[in-house]
């Protein structure tokens, strides 16, 4: 009966652990000067290098979105123009963020919570709290605000290339003439897309980088824990992601 109680209760725990951590990090943004570094630092970790492995992923997600979609149209009464209608808002609403989400949650949101849960079990955070230290606002303050101003940076970019290679797989592999993809895109633009897709980077960024840091600042169990707490960080974070999609879709669409 206890045990089933716990298995019941853990999440709550683990919400509420994830919610004080959280405050106690916005609460500690007074003392930003004194990690300011620490942000930079995280900002090209988080930014800067992966953007090579997220322009690649989008690169082939707009390269195989318009060759499926060139596939799909059977019907000579349907002009060529679609598909630049279709690949583009699917790369700008979805696409984009997405795929850059996964590949953040696994490069990213893995590193940090290996790297936080090293320092954990080898003692090192308790050692930063010995020396007067703010744990919460030196650790995982700068993480989080790397995440939440460079997962956007990233979207914009991934967006950009995988409208691009879409486009010229599209006219290199004679799909779809280049003037008419475009005419497509412009035919079907909507204003509020990138703005949408700029708000769903900025809650996925959050997301990833704020849920690493809970795991691997809270790592127990030495070498096994840290390497569970990395699984759990990039898995739960893709969970969050596709449900905060979902939401955010139902809520601004």
Request: glycine letters at 12%; proline letters at 4%; charged letters at 10%.
């Amino acid at each position: 009966m206890t045990r089933n109680r716990s298995i019941i209760l853990a999440p709550a725990v683990a919400l509420g652990s994830y919610s004080l951590l959280l405050f106690h990090a916005f609460s500690s943004l007074g003392e930003f000067g004194s990690y300011r570094k620490n942000v930079v630092r995280q900002m090209v970790r988080v930014g800067v290098d992966s953007l090579p492995i997220v322009a690649l992923a989008a690169a082939f997600s707009g390269a195989v979105t318009t060759v499926q979609t060139a596939y799909q149209l059977v019907s000579p009464f349907i002009p060529k123009s679609i598909i630049g209608a279709i690949v583009v808002p699917s790369m700008i609403l979805e696409l984009g963020a997405v795929v850059t989400g996964f590949i953040l949650a696994g490069r990213v949101g893995a590193r940090i919570a290996a790297e936080l849960g090293t320092m954990r079990v080898t003692e090192q955070i308790d050692a930063l709290e010995a020396m007067g230290l703010n744990s919460i606002g030196y650790l995982i303050v700068p993480r989080v605000i790397a995440g939440v101003v460079m997962f956007p940076v990233l979207y914009i970019a991934a967006s950009f290339i995988g409208i691009a290679g879409g486009l010229f797989v599209g006219h290199a592999g004679g799909f779809v003439p280049a003037g008419e993809f475009i005419d497509g895109a412009r035919e079907f633009f909507q204003p509020f897309d990138p703005v949408f897709g700029l708000i769903k980077s900025f809650v996925f960024g959050f997301i990833i980088t704020s849920i690493s840091c809970f795991k691997g600042y809270n790592t127990l169990g030495g070498a096994e824990g840290v390497g569970l707490a990395t699984t759990q960080a990039a898995v739960i974070s893709c969970v969050y992601i596709l449900i905060a999609d979902l939401a955010l879709a139902a809520t601004l669409l």
